[in-house]
Each structure stands twice: as structure tokens, then as C-alpha cells.
Nanobody, 124 residues
Framework: QVQLVESGGGSVQAGGSLRLSCAASGYTVSRYCMGWFRQAPGKEREGVAT???????SYADSVKGRFTISKDNAKNTLYLQMNSLKPEDAGMYYC??????????????????WGQGTQVTVSS
């Protein structure tokens, strides 16, 4: 059974930083595509950053240069370092896994397994 458990969310002021973690079980982070997504109230879920088994990475244009996705294969954990946070970055952040994806993808529909999410609040 695949389980993805996010942590690290919280409330910060604009310009601040947060580091999200996603601990995976029943799923090998190093072997498949993993991603971070977010959803603000009243908006659709959107891809933020993804990384595949070959460490190819994709970022949404809105976070390029500010967010960094990484993984620790030994800990089977995915990370998202978020710097220079803006109020528009606020939302529920989800970790997701795409076992059938051939390469890094930001498409929500490609992801089969999802965590419960961790809330990020950014005040101006």
C-alpha cells in the first residue's frame, strides 16, 4: 500500500521560506516520477515541481528560481524548498506519485497516488 505523508507546512510572511517533506512508503521515490502540487481555495490543483527517476525536473513558471525540488533516496523522501514566498503561493500542498509516467510531468492527471496535503499560508 502506497502512503505519502507531507509535513513542513506553516504560516510565514512574504519573503520567507519553508521546506516541505514527503515521506513515502510502499513506493520507491528513486524509481518513479514524484511531484508537488498545490491548490488554493476556489482554484484547480496545479503542478508546482516534479522530478523523475533520471532526476529530470520541471517547475511551474510561477515558481522558477524560488522553489527547489529534491529527493533523498536513502530516506525515500521528497522535498520542496520554497524561498521568497509570495501570498499567491498560499494553498494546500500535495505530494504525489506517478508510477506510469515516463518522465517528469506537471499534469495532475498523470499522478496516481496522493498525500493528504500540508497547508501553506503566506501573509503580506
Amino acid at each position: 500500500q502506497v502512503q505519502l505523508v507531507e509535513s513542513g507546512g506553516g504560516s510565514v510572511q512574504a519573503g520567507g521560506s519553508l521546506r516541505l517533506s514527503c515521506a513515502a512508503s510502499g513506493y520507491t521515490v528513486s524509481r518513479y516520477c514524484m511531484g508537488w502540487f498545490r491548490q488554493a481555495p476556489g482554484k484547480e490543483r496545479e503542478g508546482v515541481a516534479t522530478i523523475d527517476s533520471a532526476d529530470r525536473i520541471s517547475y511551474a513558471d510561477s515558481v522558477k528560481g524560488r522553489f527547489t525540488i529534491s529527493k533523498d533516496n536513502a530516506k525515500n523522501t521528497l522535498y520542496l524548498q520554497m524561498n521568497s514566498l509570495k501570498p499567491e503561493d498560499a494553498g494546500m500542498y500535495y505530494c504525489a506519485a506517478a508510477p506510469d509516467a515516463r518522465w517528469s510531468t506537471l499534469f495532475v492527471s498523470e499522478y496516481k497516488y496522493w498525500g493528504q496535503g500540508t497547508q501553506v499560508t503566506v501573509s503580506s
